[in-house]
């Protein structure tokens, strides 16, 4: 009789035990697939409900899968997947936050650039600052666990980050353009002012803080912001340029779509490889690219460029609500802290009630500083728009459970008490508040801010964006500037309205060195490489060489 020699054996063993483990991937990720085509199918049937929104609909799928899988498995598991930190910032985070960047409206958000720059990161300290000191303060009082003092810095940072995402479901650009812009645009500069905040307070010794240390941080955190946007904007202009010179789309225009898609992902993790603010980078790098790269592709690809960007930060979305939803119930958090389930609720209550005062505390005395400098009385934040602010980005997500992760888990789980505590505290705070106030906004939006009266000039100040429609980008119903040469527009009835439109402003002069030095290197609308053969780009050639003759 043949006998099996002891490593032939363990070599067999090894590969029937990963069969076994790639059988049970297979089954995860189908298991995983089906629910996210569910939450398209139910996302969709529940398109025209006011309450709902797809993010609540992926958290509430994911709530009862997590039910379903406990059952099935005696408690032991409560999700399909297993949450990575790592899956989120490299693979689903770029994606959503390339495609706000190159779907948003350039000329709105510029226009309201300082005001977004006072939210998104003096705002952020502000928040930071009170969550940080209330934490401090009050959960040394209910002893907790042995939370340190990089802990608690490190839960101001966790609870100061917006959910962006979320804010993309609830507030509409086309309906709301001034809202949308200041609500995002902090969003996302928030989201990144959190993340430096959050590394340089790992990064630092806190314990011999003095004036030297806070001037360090205050550069660091400077050199970050500005590096990081410098390098989206370097890696969208590269790809303009190297698209407008060697003319891809005479061959082929999957090679422009890849490259596009490659460049942008490149300078998200090039931000990530020297420790830079990647959400920034990725963020002005899609700005870049719809700016200049985007007009110079063929027709083809920037119908392909659209749409396939918003498909990828779509699904990206519902991906990481539904885990949320699923891993709100994992039995390996709630085990070590069902001793005292009432102090956890009590943490979740006090860290929702510190999130909704450090909010109002900047984003009230933010607004008014604003308005101050705002010269007309249509240009200033009403207060109905400041509540709508507030409450809009009281919404916690993903950014919120990835940080908590980092800081409080090993391996996916925890094992002291406190850490337990916090894990389960963000993860309900990010439940609660995605969920309810989620559900409230955009009631809430229509309460206070009931839509205007069709304006007798629709028209989208940005014809040839990724996203353009007919509305007005206006900032509560005005345009600062109106192209009457180049567009059919209704002049203004109102000498008042001509009045308090300024002639000379920061958009003007940057349109002038735009058109003067930046298009003619690197493309752009008005410079769109002709390519030979291609009737529709033969048709826009001209119609838009007619445009800029006549501008």
């Known amino acids: 009789m043949i006998t099996m020699a002891p490593e032939l054996t363990l070599v067999f063993k090894s590969l029937d035990m990963l ?52 059952l099935t498995t005696g408690g032991k598991s409560s999700h399909i997947l297993v949450f990575s930190e790592d899956l989120f910032f490299i693979y689903l985070l770029p994606p959503i936050i390339f495609n706000a960047g190159f779907q948003v409206k350039k000329k709105q958000f510029f226009r309201n650039f300082m005001t977004i720059m006072l939210f998104g990161a003096i705002g952020t300290l502000i928040s930071f600052a009170i969550i940080s000191l209330g934490a401090t303060q009050i959960f040394k009082k209910l002893d907790i666990g042995p939370l340190e003092l990089g802990d608690y810095l490190a839960i101001g940072t966790i609870f100061s980050a917006t959910d962006s995402v979320c804010t993309l479901q609830v507030l509409n650009q086309d309906e709301t353009p001034l809202l949308y812009s200041l609500v995002f645009g902090e969003g996302v500069v928030n989201d990144a002012t959190s993340v430096v905040l959050f590394n340089a307070i790992q990064d630092f010794d806190l314990t011999h803080i003095n004036s030297k240390i806070a001037l360090q941080f205050f550069g660091n955190f400077s050199y970050l912001f500005i590096i990081s946007t410098l390098l989206g904007a370097f890696a969208g202009l590269l ?40 959400i920034l980078t990725v963020f002005f790098c899609g700005i870049v690219m719809s700016h200049y790269t985007w007009h110079n592709v063929t027709e083809s690809s920037r119908v392909t460029t659209k749409h396939a960007f918003a498909t990828l ?37 006090i860290l929702q009630g510190l999130v909704l ?3 109002a505390a900047f984003v009230f005395p933010l607004s008014f500083l604003s308005n101050l400098t705002k010269k007309t009385q249509n240009e200033k934040i009403t207060f109905n728009q400041q509540i709508t602010i507030w409450w809009a980005g009281l919404m916690r997500g993903a950014v919120s459970v990835a940080l908590a992760y980092n800081q409080f888990t090993r391996a996916g789980h925890t094992q002291l008490r406190g850490n ?14 995605t969920v309810v106030f989620g559900l409230m906004t955009k009631p809430l939006v229509k309460l206070l801010l009931p839509p205007p009266k069709p304006f007798s000039s629709m ?11 007919i509305v007005p980008l206006l900032e509560n119903g005005q345009e600062s500037e109106i192209d009457f040469g180049a567009r059919n527009i209704l002049r203004p009835s109102s000498i008042r309205m001509l009045l308090s439109t300024p002639t000379h402003t920061v958009h003007r002069y940057w349109r002038k060195f735009d ?18 053969g291609s009737p529709i780009e033969q048709s826009l050639h001209q119609k838009e060489e007619e445009t800029e003759t006549q501008t």
Do not use: Q
Not at 420 to 433: D, W
């Open 239 to 278: 790809s303009a340029y190297i698209i407008k010179k060697l003319y891809f789309g005479r061959h082929s225009t999957d090679r422009e779509v890849a490259l596009m898609i490659l460049m942008a992902y490149l300078s998200y993790m090039l931000a990530e490889l020297f420790h830079l603010s990647a």
């Open 313 to 349: 930060s779509f699904m990206a979305e519902i991906f990481i609500f539904l885990y949320v939803g699923m891993d709100a119930l994992d039995i390996e958090k709630w085990r070590f802290v069902r001793s005292s389930p009432g102090k956890s609720i009590g943490v979740s209550a």
């Open 420 to 433: 337990a505590i916090m894990i389960t505290s963000t993860i309900t705070v990010v439940l609660f508040s």
């Open 459 to 469: 028209l989208s100040s940005e014809p040839n964006s990724p996203k353009s429609f």
């Open 357 to 359: 005062i450090g909010r």
């Open 19 to 70: 069969g076994a483990s790639d059988h049970a991937t297979v089954v995860s990720i189908t298991l995983f697939v089906t629910l996210l085509c569910a939450c398209i199918v139910i996302g969709h049937l529940l398109e025209e409900n006011r309450w709902m929104n797809e993010s609540i609909t992926a958290i509430a799928i994911g709530l009862c899968t997590g039910v379903v899988i406990l």
């Open 515 to 532: 058109n003067a030095f930046m298009r003619p290197v690197f493309g752009g609308r008005g410079f769109v490489p002709f390519v030979p």
